[in-house]
């Protein structure tokens, strides 16, 4: 798990500083300007069927189960971006967990208490659609 959260880590980090995240200073007299990029719209409904919210779950594991409609799942990433096609990423506590061309997995290692499950699908360049295509709940683990 410690692997996953390193990594998830790593990816968030190279995330930002690609988009630009945490530079304040203005940009120098010679570059050049920073154009909008127009991100494709979904028509995907997406929702979590297991856990469901407010699930008490007993153990350190929970078997994840996501429905999405109206879209394709795909393996590839790609530049070439499709409205019905992209993958999943899975965050637990904010923290990515997986990028997934599943639909069904086991959360293990889980912790007694309250957590967030949050599902995105996302474009097949990891970046989300606009509006984004999301789906939450919360549960909590005993032990």
């Known amino acids: 798990m410690r692997v996953v959260r ?4 790593a990816i968030v980090i190279v995330a930002l500083t690609a988009c630009g995240g945490g530079n304040e200073d203005p940009a120098p007299a010679s570059a050049s300007p920073s154009v909008a990029v ?9 929702s979590i069927a297991s856990p469901e ?7 350190d594991s929970v078997r994840l ?5 109206g879209a394709e799942i795909v393996d590839q990433t790609s530049t070439d971006l499709e409205p ?3 993958h999943l ?3 637990l506590d904010g923290t990515l967990v997986s990028m997934t061309s599943g639909t069904s997995q086991r959360l293990s290692d889980l912790t ?9 699908f996302v474009a097949n360049d990891h970046a989300p659609f606009d509006p984004r295509v999301l789906a939450a709940v919360t549960f909590e683990v005993t032990q």
């Open 6 to 9: 390193v990594v998830s880590a």
């Open 38 to 46: 127009e991100r494709p719209t979904s028509t995907a409904e997406l």
């Open 53 to 59: 919210n407010g699930d008490r779950v007993s153990g």
């Open 65 to 69: 189960e996501i429905d999405l409609q």
């Open 84 to 86: 019905d096609e992209g």
């Open 89 to 91: 990423h899975v965050m």
């Open 112 to 120: 007694p208490g309250e957590h967030l499950l949050q599902v995105e």
